[in-house]
T-cell receptor
Framework: DADVTQTPRNRITKTGKRIMLECSQT?????MYWYRQDPGLGLRLIYYSFDVKDINKGEISDGYSVSRQAQAKFSLSLESAIPNQTALYFCATRASGSYNEQFFGPGTRLTVL | KQEVTQIPAALSVPEGENLVLNCSFT??????LQWFRQDPGKGLTSLLL?????REQTSGRLNASLDKSSGRSTLYIAASQPGDSATYLCAARGSQGNLIFGKGTKLSVKP
């Protein structure tokens, strides 16, 4: 079984709809991250969380919100989706400590029409 | 602010060649640097992680080096195969534990 899972894997939605992307991990890591990937722009950080009560904005948080329901679960919400939020979204986890590796989920492909 | 650059953006080589992918970063105060592979439309596969105290890491035909003083890392692929065709991403660890990614090098290995 995968250590970091994301649901759904693919989603098509319409402008103005609310949508939630979910991430779960079984690695026992306390740090979790959400990134988006756009063609030609690489991956950019949306939000990150150090634990259930510690949530922080990343480089491109506008239009997004997150919820850390438990140590193992970190959800990303688009309150009112717009077409330029069409992208590939990745969740990642990392154990605390300065030198630990980051592990990525399989990604969610989101299309906003 | 850390910035990561990868050159070239795309590379095409015949099968069997040895090749080098380049990654540069602007802030030498990094904790570590990770190299990833990404197949089209797929997730990221971690290839190698180099800690700031290390000079290189090896895994099979892959060797990654790190030179903090010059702000550079290279990924060396020996005896390339068509199955190596993918986009290769390097990422430097930021101060909050997040990764700062380059835009990638798209590698095509021709049979």
């Amino acid at each position: 079984d995968a250590d970091v899972t994301q649901t759904p894997r693919n989603r098509i939605t319409k402008t103005g709809k609310r949508i939630m992307l979910e991430c779960s991990q079984t690695k026992g890591h306390d740090r979790m991250y959400w990134y988006r990937q756009d063609p030609g722009l690489g991956l950019r950080l949306i939000y990150y969380s150090f634990d259930v009560k510690d949530i922080n904005k990343g480089e491109i948080s506008d239009g997004y919100s997150v919820s850390r329901q438990a140590q193992a679960k970190f959800s990303l919400s688009l309150e009112s989706a717009i077409p330029n939020q069409t992208a590939l979204y990745f969740c990642a986890t990392r154990a605390s400590g300065s030198y630990n590796e980051q592990f990525f989920g399989p990604g969610t492909r989101l299309t906003v029409l | 602010k850390q910035e990561v650059t990868q050159i070239p953006a795309a590379l095409s080589v015949p099968e069997g060649e040895n090749l080098v992918l380049n990654c540069s970063f602007t802030d030498s105060a990094i904790y570590n640097l990770q190299w990833f592979r990404q197949d089209p439309g797929k997730g990221l596969t971690s290839l190698l992680l180099i800690q700031s105290s290390q000079r290189e890491q090896t895994s099979g035909r892959l060797n990654a080096s790190l030179d903090k003083s010059s702000g550079r890392s290279t990924l060396y692929i020996a005896a390339s195969q068509p199955g190596d065709s993918a986009t290769y991403l390097c990422a430097a660890r930021g101060s909050q534990g997040n990764l700062i990614f380059g835009k990638g090098t798209k590698l095509s290995v021709k049979p």
